[in-house]
């Protein structure tokens, strides 16, 4: 299979529904537990994407938000706030079914390069149980604090 273009794009108001979609992903192994209906989840994914955005607005306004895109189609989302003495990796996930193709290393491998030419360190908090640690391990980012299941990983730059 030949490797897929990956591309960004800045977040425009019509990226509403493809990012709360996203987001969902992210909750869907945990929602799965709870005996809720089906518009019950929606609701509360709904009211914690919303929650989520807000809290990004307010702690990193400068961030950049983008829509990963692998052939031209959306897959994920990335947000960066590089406004500090690190680059801080808000978010970075794609669709399951555009997962494991190579996008995520690569976009933090051109992360890591930036921030490596500005003499920063990258950081992400990434959840304990979440399987992206395990890559986030291989490219050289090593915890540096723990809150709860949150791990605050660094890469040198």
């Keep these: 299979m ?3 273009k990956i591309t960004l794009r ?3 108001e019509s990226d509403n529904a493809f990012l709360l ?3 969902a992903s992210t909750r869907e192994q945990e929602l799965a537990q709870v005996p809720w209906t089906a518009e019950q989840k929606q609701q509360f994914v709904r009211m914690q994407y919303e929650a989520q ?3 990004y607005a307010a702690q990193h306004p ?3 938000q983008k829509i990963i895109c692998l052939d031209g189609t959306n897959a994920g989302r990335l947000y960066l706030d590089r406004a500090g003495e690190k680059f801080h990796i808000l978010d970075i996930t794609l669709l399951p079914e555009c997962r494991n193709r190579g996008a995520g290393s690569f976009l933090l491998g051109r992360i890591m390069a930036e921030a490596k030419e500005a003499g920063k360190p990258v950081s992400i908090y990434v959840e304990t149980f979440n399987p992206s640690l ?3 391990q291989r490219l050289g980012f090593t915890p540096i604090q723990q809150e709860g299941f949150h791990l605050l990983l660094q890469c040198a730059g």
């Design 62 to 64: 400068r961030a950049t």
């Design 10 to 12: 800045a977040v425009q």
């Design 134 to 136: 395990r890559l986030f």
């Design 53 to 55: 955005k807000s809290h």
């Design 21 to 23: 979609r996203v987001y």
């Design 2 to 4: 030949a490797a897929a």
